[in-house]
């Protein structure tokens, strides 16, 4: 398995929900990575987690909340987001930090 | 100055020949360099890895690095239309900022038939 799975692909919320996007990895990686894409931008690393500890955080609000439940799941909760966060949520895996990323399909998050 | 730039496009190379992608990197103790392709829609795919100054080649790419210089670039041989996509450019971070992969803006590539 060669995959990084993110669920779900698309979705919707308005700004007092609170949902969460998860990631799923089976490579033995150990390293899990949340970035936030914009259209027509690059992606903007959001958090690095490396053996499961939270190691990166690019200054993100607080209104994003990663976890990493297990080597394998990487969440990111969401809660009181703004329209401006609509973006692409991409996940990604590496053996280790500065190795290769395994990037997910991403999950697009339109926030009304 | 960003941390990692790329040649401003769009390019636009015709079908059989070679495009020349290049990046900079402003942070010295960078470990290592990575080439994504993307696709509109799509997440960023690896085109190329390389760690170490001189050139690696990989079928029809070739990505050279000169840390000295802090360069990088990828050369795309025989372009097909198929290669028309977004490259980006992609810095591993060491030091105290270990684990942290910084993107370059990316370069739009249009090859026509």
Redesign the interface.
Same mark, same amino acid.
């Given at each position: 398995d060669t995959e990084v799975t993110q669920t779900p692909k698309h979705l919707v919320m308005g700004m007092t929900n609170k949902k969460s996007l998860k990631c799923e990895q089976h490579m033995g990686h150990r390293?899990m990575?949340w970035y936030k894409q914009k259209a027509k931008?690059?992606?903007?690393?959001m958090f %690095?987690y490396?053996y499961e500890k939270l190691?990166?955080n690019?200054s993100v609000p607080s209104r994003f909340s990663p976890e990493c439940p297990n080597s394998s799941l990487l969440n990111l909760h969401l809660h009181a987001l703004q329209p401006e966060d609509s973006a692409?949520y991409?996940c990604a895996s590496s053996q280790d930090?500065?190795? %290769?990323?395994?990037?997910?399909?991403?999950s697009r998050l339109t926030v009304l | 100055q960003k941390e990692v730039e790329q040649n401003s496009g769009p390019l636009s190379v015709p079908e059989g020949a070679i495009a020349s992608l290049n990046c900079t990197y402003s942070d010295r103790v960078s470990?290592?360099f990575?080439w994504y392709r993307q696709y509109s829609g799509?997440?960023?795919?690896?085109i190329m890895?390389i760690y170490s100054n001189g050139d690696k080649e990989d079928g029809r790419f070739t990505a050279q690095l000169n840390k000295a210089s802090q360069y990088v670039s990828l050369l795309i041989r025989d372009s097909q239309p198929s290669d028309s996509a977004t490259y980006?450019c992609?810095v591993?971070?060491?030091g105290t900022?270990?684990?942290?992969?910084?993107?370059?803006?990316?370069t739009i590539l249009t090859v026509h038939p």
């Open positions: 390293a990575y931008k690059p992606p903007e690393l %690095v490396s190691s990166i690019e692409l991409l930090p500065l190795n %290769v990323l395994t990037f997910g399909a991403g | 470990q290592s990575f799509k997440s960023p795919e690896l890895s980006l992609a591993g971070a060491g900022s270990y684990g942290k992969l910084t993107f370059g803006q990316g």
